[in-house]
C-alpha cells in the first residue's frame, strides 16, 4: 500500500496543462452598520470551484476568511462606521492523474466601510457565549442610560415577519428564553429615545442537542516567501488549542540552522475553525495528511499512535513493518472501525513529551516501542487531534442533520430557521474562520522553547498566549 501511495505521489508531480485561475474581479459591497453584502464576477464556474473572501483592517492582515461557492457572500458581526480590506480568490480544479486545485493570486484588496449608526440607534453584539438550550443572551455595545427602555424583537432567519416585542429595562444585556433548540433567530432593537430607529439585525442560534461544536486549529505548513491560509479541513488532521500549540512552538523555536523557518512562522496563518458534528462517538483517529483531493486517510500510523499512547502492536506484527521509518511505519486497524472513521470525526488523545524520534534505523527496529516514551499515566496530557473524512462534510454553513442520513438527502427545515442537511454527512464547519500570524502569537506571549521537551507549565503558558491572540479580532463564539 506504502509503496503505491509512494508512486502515486511521484506521478501526481507530473505537471499537466491546465488554465491558470484567474483572480475575482468587480468587487462590490453593500453596507450595513454590522455586516457587509460582497458581490464579484466570478467567472466560468462548475461544481469544484470555491471562492474565498478576505478580511482585514483597512491596512492591516487578514484576520478572517469566508468560503462561498457562489460569486456573494455576507459578512457578520463588523464594527460600525469602520473601513475593512477585502480581497478575493478563486479555486478551479481540472482532472489529471487525479482531481487538483489550484488557488489564484488573491484580487487587489477592496475598500469597503460598513455603516455608521444614527443617533440613538442601537448595536447588538454577536453572542460570545453560549446560551442555555432554549434561551439565547444579547448583549449592547453601550450600557442603557437610566430610564431609558428597549424593545427587542426576534424572528427565525429566513422570515419576514417579526414577532412580538419585549421590553427591557436599565441593563446591558437580557435573556430571552422559552425558544426553540437548534434554531437561527434575528434580533433587533430599538430604544424609547427613538422607537421607530432598529439596530441591524444580529443573528443568535439556540443551542442543538443533537449537534456538537469544536474549535480546531490549523497552522500552514511549509510557509514560504508568500504565506496563504490552510484553506480546508477535509483530509486533513486539526487539533484543538492544547495540542496544537506543540506544533506551533515547534515551528516558532529560534534556531541557527534554521532561520528561514523562523522568518516564515513570523508571516504565517494559524487558523480557527468553528466545525459541527453529529452528536455521536468519536470514530478513531486515522492519519489524513496527504493531498486533500485524493481523498486517502490511512489507518493511524506509528508516530501518531505513540503519540497518542495507543496500542502500536498492529504496526509490528509483520516483518516488513519493522524496517520502515517510525513516520512512515503503517498499522492495521479493524475494518468496522475503519469504515467509521471514514465517514466520522476521529479522535485521540496527545501526550507529551513527544516521542524522541531518530534518524538512526538500527535504533528504529529495535524492540523499544515508541523510542521509549512515557506511558499515558506517567505524561502531561495536552488535548486532541483530529480526523475529518472527506465524504462526511456537509456543505460549507450547513448543519449535520442528527440522523445520519435518515433524510433522503434533500435539505430540510428542521424548525424554523434551521437548515440541516439530510445527505448522510456528519460534520461542517462554518463559512467564515479566523486568522492570526505568527507574529501576534510570539506578541501574545509565546514561549518558543524546546517543545520536544514542552512541560505543563509552558503548555498552559502557550495556550493562553493563542487564546489572546485570538480574542482581538474574534466575533461570536462556535454554534452561538
Given at each position: 500500500m506504502q509503496l503505491l501511495l509512494a508512486l502515486s505521489g511521484v506521478v501526481s508531480k507530473i505537471p499537466i496543462p491546465h488554465p491558470t485561475p484567474t483572480p475575482p474581479a468587480g468587487t462590490h459591497c453593500a453596507a450595513r452598520t454590522n455586516s457587509l453584502d460582497v458581490s464579484w464576477s466570478?467567472?466560468?464556474?462548475?461544481?469544484?470551484?470555491?471562492?474565498?473572501?478576505?478580511?482585514?483592517?483597512?491596512?492591516?492582515?487578514?484576520?478572517?476568511?469566508?468560503?462561498s461557492e457562489t460569486p456573494a457572500v455576507t459578512v457578520e458581526d463588523l464594527w460600525p462606521n469602520t473601513t475593512y480590506s477585502v480581497a478575493l480568490r478563486k479555486r478551479a480544479c481540472y482532472f489529471g492523474i487525479r482531481l487538483t486545485c489550484e488557488w489564484s493570486e488573491l484580487s487587489e484588496p477592496t475598500g469597503c466601510a460598513t455603516s455608521s449608526l444614527a443617533r440613538h440607534q442601537l448595536h447588538?453584539?454577536?453572542?460570545?457565549?453560549?446560551?442555555?438550550?432554549?434561551?439565547?443572551?444579547?448583549?449592547?455595545?453601550?450600557?442603557?442610560?437610566?430610564?431609558?427602555?428597549?424593545?427587542?424583537?426576534?424572528?427565525?432567519?429566513?422570515?419576514?415577519?417579526?414577532?412580538?416585542?419585549?421590553?427591557?429595562?436599565?441593563?446591558?444585556?437580557?435573556?430571552i428564553g422559552h425558544l426553540r433548540p437548534g434554531t437561527a433567530y434575528e434580533v433587533r432593537a430599538s430604544s424609547s429615545l427613538a422607537p421607530s430607529l432598529w439596530s441591524d439585525p444580529v443573528v443568535h442560534r439556540t443551542h442543538d442537542a443533537d449537534v456538537e461544536t469544536l474549535d480546531l486549529f490549523r497552522i500552514a505548513e511549509g510557509c514560504g516567501e508568500h504565506c496563504v491560509a490552510p484553506d480546508y479541513l477535509y483530509n486533513h488532521d486539526a487539533g484543538d488549542v492544547?495540542?496544537?500549540?506543540?506544533?506551533?512552538?515547534?515551528?516558532?523555536?529560534?534556531?541557527?540552522?534554521?532561520?528561514?523557518?523562523?522568518?516564515?512562522?513570523?508571516?504565517?496563518?494559524?487558523?480557527?475553525?468553528?466545525?459541527?458534528?453529529?452528536?455521536?462517538?468519536?470514530?478513531?483517529?486515522?492519519?489524513?495528511n496527504g493531498q486533500p483531493e485524493s481523498q486517502i486517510c490511512t489507518c493511524a500510523v506509528y508516530m501518531d499512535?505513540?503519540?497518542?499512547?495507543?496500542?502500536?502492536?498492529?504496526?509490528?506484527?509483520?516483518?516488513?513493518?519493522?524496517?520502515?521509518?517510525?513516520?512512515l511505519r503503517?498499522?492495521?486497524?479493524d475494518a468496522d472501525a475503519s469504515a467509521y472513521s471514514a465517514s466520522h470525526i476521529g479522535r485521540q488523545d496527545v501526550y507529551l513529551p513527544m516521542p524522541a524520534w531518530t534518524n538512526d534505523t538500527a535504533k528504529q527496529i529495535a524492540d523499544i516501542d515508541c523510542m521509549g516514551a512515557s506511558p499515558a499515566n506517567e505524561s502531561t496530557f495536552a488535548g486532541h487531534w483530529y480526523s475529518l473524512p472527506r465524504a462526511a462534510e456537509c456543505p460549507i454553513g450547513t448543519l449535520?442533520?442528527?440522523?445520519?442520513?435518515?433524510?433522503?438527502?434533500?435539505?430540510?427545515e428542521a424548525a424554523e430557521g434551521a437548515v440541516k442537511l439530510g445527505s448522510g454527512c456528519t460534520w461542517s464547519r462554518r463559512q467564515w474562520q479566523h486568522f492570526i500570524r505568527g507574529k501576534d502569537l510570539i506578541a501574545a506571549g509565546l514561549n518558543t522553547s524546546d517543545a520536544m521537551r514542552m512541560d505543563a507549565a509552558q503548555l498552559k503558558q502557550n495556550e493562553e498566549a493563542m487564546v489572546q491572540a485570538f480574542a482581538l479580532h474574534e466575533g461570536r463564539c462556535c454554534g452561538c
Open positions: 466570478g467567472g466560468a464556474r462548475d461544481s469544484n470551484t470555491l471562492y474565498e473572501v478576505q478580511v482585514g483592517l483597512d491596512g492591516h492582515p487578514t484576520f478572517m476568511t469566508l468560503t447588538i453584539l454577536p453572542p460570545k457565549f453560549r446560551a442555555p438550550l432554549f434561551s439565547i443572551i444579547i448583549n449592547f455595545a453601550v450600557a442603557l442610560l437610566e430610564g431609558v427602555t428597549v424593545e427587542l424583537q426576534l424572528r427565525p432567519r429566513g422570515s419576514s415577519s417579526w414577532g412580538q416585542p419585549y421590553t427591557i429595562h436599565n441593563i446591558s444585556n437580557a435573556t492544547a495540542s496544537d500549540i506543540w506544533f506551533i512552538t515547534n515551528m516558532a523555536k529560534p534556531s541557527p540552522v534554521s532561520q528561514a523557518l523562523s522568518i516564515a512562522f513570523n508571516d504565517s496563518y494559524i487558523a480557527k475553525y468553528c466545525v459541527h458534528r453529529e452528536a455521536v462517538p468519536f470514530a478513531d483517529y486515522v492519519s489524513c499512535r505513540c503519540i497518542g499512547r495507543r496500542d502500536v502492536s498492529s504496526c509490528n506484527e509483520k516483518w516488513w513493518q519493522r524496517i520502515i521509518p517510525d513516520v503503517p498499522c492495521e486497524c449535520p442533520d442528527g440522523k445520519n442520513g435518515k433524510a433522503a438527502g434533500k435539505l430540510v
